[in-house]
């Protein structure tokens, strides 16, 4: 006999969430070096403009599509180094995730889970573009952004019933 103590699962338990990743893909990609070579020269630190959106939509056979577009602008006084634009996506399955819950997996966890691969993306054109060191987008908080972007629609509707 054992000691150990295996926990069983009550009727009362919910099944555990789930999601499961099914694809990933580049669904556009777009980069621009416009004063190459002379941009590959950096006298001084680039100021970064980086723009993030997340967007997720269901499909009829129940899975859900979501994208990641991260734009990223660098400029020096001199003028423009690189122009980035990348819509990288996922095909995502959820099970036993509770209704309140799935915009929230949708626009938190998958971009979470998609962001490391894209930021590779962007790290790589740079490198291939001449960069040295190439470029690494710092971690992005997507709930943060999720909770953000929520406030501005609620925010947006209070105006307009005013």
Sequence with gaps: MSDAFT??????????????VLAQFIRDFSFENPRAPNSLRMDSRPEVDLGVEMSAKGRPDG??????????KASTPEGPMFAIELVY?????????????IEPTL???????????????????TADGGFTPPFF???????ALYLQQKGNIQSQQTVGQA
């Design 137 to 143: 987008l710092d971690p992005i908080d997507f709930g």
């Design 63 to 72: 899975m859900f599509e979501v994208d990641i577009k991260l734009t990223v």
């Design 107 to 125: 626009l938190v966890e998958c971009p979470r889970y998609l962001f490391p691969f894209a930021r590779r993306i962007i790290a790589d054109a």
């Design 7 to 20: 926990p069983e699962r009550t009727p009362e338990q919910p099944p555990a969430p789930q999601m499961q």
């Design 89 to 101: 996506g996922g095909l995502f399955q959820l099970g036993n995730i509770p209704e309140q819950m």
